[in-house]
């Protein structure tokens, strides 16, 4: 258990992610949350990162840093993604095993698991066939960041586990028009078009694609519940073992947001993995559930989007 006084890292405080899970340290009583921007600390200079853990040396360390994006993003910046990914995630994990931290949790993406994997996806399906090409590079990052925690663990006797989460979604999230995740860019493509009057929002693929979603709260509440009631070389699935349709989602969104218009489907744009859909039996076994129903997950995040308009900017 980490004690309330530790010296707590959170890589990408900034984040979605890496800011919920300040928010659930915080709100549990954690009072020694060191973080650093990345005008501070750039993730993916080695020798900056070695001097900032040889100076702060950190007892835990969550590594929420990533540069991420959706489909358009990562069809992009193959090699950007690739790159950034895999330095900043060994920078940190190697730094920290060179300074002694107790414990490190890496936090990757379903997406790393294969394409046609067996649904829902159990934390063994693991580089047991072909990846989804859409994310390809993202994932061979994340992938390695998995891998090397638990090799690092193999070799050496760390504490070094991993967490794979669902689709994520709320406050602080990317609501960019084309390098955003699906949720957001409905919420901010519903938002335009009704503040717009447009008649119809048109919308990637066939709507027929099968998702889950986690509200990004709840995976923080996770995260610091398993550092301090896991450890393992094998990774633990974050979801709710809930799906629906994309189509599904867009009409909670239209409605959330109040969009009344059509909405239209592109086939010409790419569906993405057919389904993703997590076994979270796991985490439940060891005593966690997920809190946010999905219609509520998105009224909080479209309620943040509309108090922080410059996110949409991003």
Same mark, same amino acid.
């Given at each position: 258990?980490?004690? +309330?006084?530790? +010296?707590?890292? %959170? ?11 300040? $928010? ?11 973080? $650093? ?6 993730l993916?200079?080695?020798?900056? %990162?070695?001097?900032?853990?040889? @100076? ?15 489909i ?11 790159? /950034?990914?895999?330095?900043? /995630?060994?920078?940190?994990?190697? #730094? ?7 414990? =490190? ?9 294969? $394409? ?8 063994? &399906? =693991?580089? @047991? #066939?072909?990846?989804e ?10 992938? #390695? ?12 006797g ?6 794979? *989460? ?6 602080? !999230? ?13 919420? $901010? ?24 979603? =986690? ?7 996770? &995260? ?10 094998e990774?633990?699935?974050?979801? @709710?073992?809930?799906?629906? @349709?994309? +189509? ?6 239209? +409605?959330? %947001? ?11 744009? *790419?569906?993405?993995t057919?389904?993703?859909?997590? !076994? ?13 129903e ?9 309620? !943040? ?10």
């Open positions: 258990m980490m004690e +309330k006084s530790a +010296k707590i890292y %959170v890589a990408g405080h900034r984040g979605m992610v890496g800011s919920a899970i300040c $928010r659930e340290l915080t709100r549990q009583g954690y009072t020694n949350i060191i973080t $650093r921007t990345h005008h501070e600390l750039d993916t200079r080695q020798e900056a %990162v070695e001097q900032f853990f040889a @100076t702060e040396r950190p007892e835990y360390v969550f590594v929420a840093a990533a540069k991420v994006g959706g358009q993003a990562n069809a992009e910046a193959l090699a950007d993604f690739m790159y /950034e990914n895999m330095t900043l /995630e060994m920078n940190v994990i190697h #730094s920290a095993w060179q300074n002694g931290c107790k414990k =490190l949790e890496f936090l990757g993406s379903s997406c790393i698991y294969p $394409r046609l994997a067996p649904q829902p996806m159990r934390e063994d &399906c =693991l580089l @047991t #066939s072909a990846l090409k859409t994310y390809e590079a993202y994932v061979l990052a994340k992938i #390695s960041g998995r891998k090397y925690c638990e090799f690092l663990n193999r070799q050496y760390t504490d070094y586990i991993s967490v794979m *989460p669902t689709n994520l979604y709320g406050p602080n !999230d990317n609501y960019h028009p084309t390098h955003s995740h699906v949720l957001p860019a409905l919420i $901010r493509r519903f938002h335009e078009a009704k503040v717009a009057g447009a008649p119809s929002v048109t919308c990637w693929g066939d709507g027929s694609p099968l998702r889950e979603f =986690l509200y990004v709260d709840d995976l923080a509440n996770l &995260c610091v519940f398993l550092m301090n009631n896991y450890s393992g070389n990774t633990v699935n974050a979801g @709710t073992g809930k799906e629906l @349709t994309i +189509k599904e989602l867009t009409e909670k969104v239209a +409605k959330v %947001v109040g969009y009344t218009g059509k909405i239209l489907w592109d086939p010409s744009k *790419p569906n993405g057919p389904r993703k859909l997590l !076994d979270v039996s796991k985490a439940e076994r060891l005593g966690w559930h997920y809190k946010t999905l219609e509520e997950g998105i009224r909080l995040t479209y309620q !943040d989007f509309l108090e922080n308009p410059m996110r949409a900017e991003r």
